[in-house]
């Protein structure tokens, strides 16, 4: 028998020895037993790796699933069971349950949801698979590099290196975790750039979506923030262009910190100006570009230009809006002024001192000129208050000693065109006592000034004596309520009615008597007219007059000549 195979084909020959027909991948090894099997040798790995050279690169490289098992070759490959009998022996019996941890790259996050072909196809075979016909590539499960360049897509170009997972989790590509070691680059992040999501300043220009991150600029805010101050903090102007680092910290571009010594000269952040917010002369944004100079750019005038437009003549922004009195500048006297100081007896040079007020709404005449500032302009908190002070009447200064008396007007002088309510009135600022109420403003009230009461001095009748209430107001207006009655009431016509004084008197003189005799019980005849009164009417006293009980019979006024023969 052995002699007969000896002369026999090698073809022939291995179809009468051969244990079965190869599988599919090895048919045209059909015959060649010998590339396999060498004479005299058995089965070994290197006959494998000599045709498998990627899996042979591999195992040197200690990379892959082969490299971590143990065993032959044809333990897990078994071969000579037919054309269509499987060359892969799946360990857990089927590609599904093949634990991908063993190879040396676990599936984990969207790796663990895709088909094996996704991954192992001849596109994505980098290593080892130069001269490998494309036909056995498609079977191959080899060829693969665990990084991520291998099957993705390098979004930075090869500006970050290979180590996609410092950033990216394989959760989710999209979801970039917090790269840890910006501290080491040119641009630590601090404040709030650390909240910055990645994408603000390296997602690219473009439809495409790439990340940049190299030669991104950064040496000044301006790289990346919009400034908002338009031709405004020196914007386009190299020599007096401010840093944002001047005014602005990383911690919020609204927390300004502001040296007050960089402010412009022109207005020197001195005093009070150094605590005002710069919103207040600069606007909301900033980008207020024409600033004023002057005090009323920002502050209203509330003396409304009298003083001019120097403020700092007077006023001094460093602890409060105090008044220097030594630069408040003087105003020239009125003649009006001089005529009253010459009349009152007040010193020129005193009006002098004061003249500043007359800038303001309120200039010193007369004895204003002697007040001291404090009287009217009274200190509260250690400053004096120049500011909403009411001196439109003189009741907002002066205590009215009158009680409202001239406020309580009837309506005849209510209608006339000088309301005598008003201080000015009766007074001057000349003096208190001097006052100008005269007759003609008398004719005006309720008792006009007529005869003798023409000449009798006002205190005669709003006297100090009488109650500080009804001083000026008098609800009895008879004579009697001014007037001592020397008839001591005596002087009832006819008997049990009163008759007023104005029946036998005027206010022309009380001395006139007016008195029509026929009205009485004893009308008065022939010589009887030309009577005094006095001589009928005697009274008690010296002076006295007396209308009661006078006698009517002759004979008690005159002598009897006929010695009672009648």
Not at 83 to 91: E, G, K, V, Y
Not at 130 to 135: D, L, R, W, Y
């Amino acid at each position: 028998m052995a002699v007969l195979l000896g002369w026999l084909p090698d073809l022939a020959r291995a179809q009468l020895t051969s244990p079965g027909p190869l599988a599919r991948p090895h048919a045209q090894l059909d015959g060649a037993c010998k590339a396999c099997h060498p004479a005299k040798a058995e089965l070994s790995a290197a006959r494998c790796l000599a045709c498998h050279g990627v899996l042979r690169e591999a195992l040197r490289a200690k990379r892959g699933y082969h490299a971590r098992v143990k065993g032959t070759c044809w333990s897990c490959h078994k071969d000579h069971h037919g054309r269509d009998f499987p060359l892969i022996s799946w360990p857990g019996g089927a590609p599904a349950a093949f634990n991908h941890a063993t190879t040396g790259f676990a599936l984990v996050g969207k790796h663990k949801s895709l088909a094996c072909e996704r991954c192992h196809q001849p596109a994505l075979q980098r290593i080892g698979v130069e001269g490998v016909p494309q036909a056995r590539r498609r079977t191959s499960f080899l060829g693969l590099t665990t990084a991520c360049y291998g099957c993705h897509k390098d979004p930075h170009n090869g500006s970050l290196g290979s180590r996609c997972t410092q950033c990216h989790q394989e959760g989710s590509f999209k979801s970039v975790l917090r790269f840890s070691e910006h501290h080491r680059t040119s641009f630590p992040l601090r404040a709030k750039h650390a909240a910055v999501p990645c994408a603000k300043c390296h997602q690219g220009p473009g439809p495409n979506g790439v990340w940049v991150f190299r030669k991104i600029r950064h040496s000044d805010c301006g790289d990346c923030h919009k400034s908002v101050h338009v031709n405004t903090m020196g914007q386009g102007q190299a020599k007096k262009r401010l840093a944002c680092s001047a005014c602005h910290v990383e911690a919020g571009a609204k927390l300004i910190r502001f040296p007050a010594a960089l402010h412009p000269p022109t207005v020197a952040l001195t005093g009070r100006h150094e605590r005002a917010a710069c919103v207040r002369c600069h606007g909301k944004q900033a980008n207020r570009q024409e600033l004023p100079v002057q005090c009323v750019g920002c502050h209203r005038d509330p003396h409304q230009s009298r003083f001019g437009r120097q403020c700092a003549k007077c006023h001094t922004s460093h602890l409060s809006w105090r008044i220097n009195p030594r630069a408040v500048p003087k105003a020239p006297v009125s003649p009006t002024q001089k005529a009253i100081a010459a009349w009152t007896g007040i010193p020129l040079e005193k009006v002098k001192a004061v003249s500043f007020h007359n800038r303001t709404r309120y200039a010193l005449e007369g004895r204003h000129v002697l007040v001291t500032c404090n009287q009217c302009h009274k200190p509260s908190r250690g400053h004096k208050r120049l500011r909403g002070l009411a001196f439109k009447r003189c009741a907002d200064c002066h205590r009215d000693v009158h009680e409202g008396q001239f406020n309580r007007r009837p309506a005849a002088l209510a209608a006339a065109s000088e309301a005598p309510a008003r201080c000015e009135s009766c007074h001057a600022v000349h003096g208190w006592k001097l006052v100008g109420y005269g007759v003609a403003d008398h004719a005006r009230s309720r008792y006009p000034l007529l005869g003798a009461h023409r000449g009798v001095a006002c205190v005669a009748c709003h006297s100090s004596r009488r109650p500080a209430a009804s001083r000026f107001t008098f609800a009895d207006r008879s004579c009697a309520a001014c007037h001592r009655d020397p008839h001591r009431g005596k002087h009832q016509l006819p008997p049990g009615k009163t008759i007023g004084c104005e029946a036998c008197h005027d206010v022309t003189s009380f001395r006139r008597v007016a008195f029509d005799p026929s009205r009485t019980r004893r009308p008065l005849g022939g010589a009887h007219q030309r009577a005094a009164c006095a001589s009928c009417h005697r009274g008690a006293g010296p002076g006295q007059l007396s209308f009661v009980g006078t006698p009517v019979r002759c004979d008690r006024c005159h002598g009897d000549p006929h010695l009672g023969q009648f």
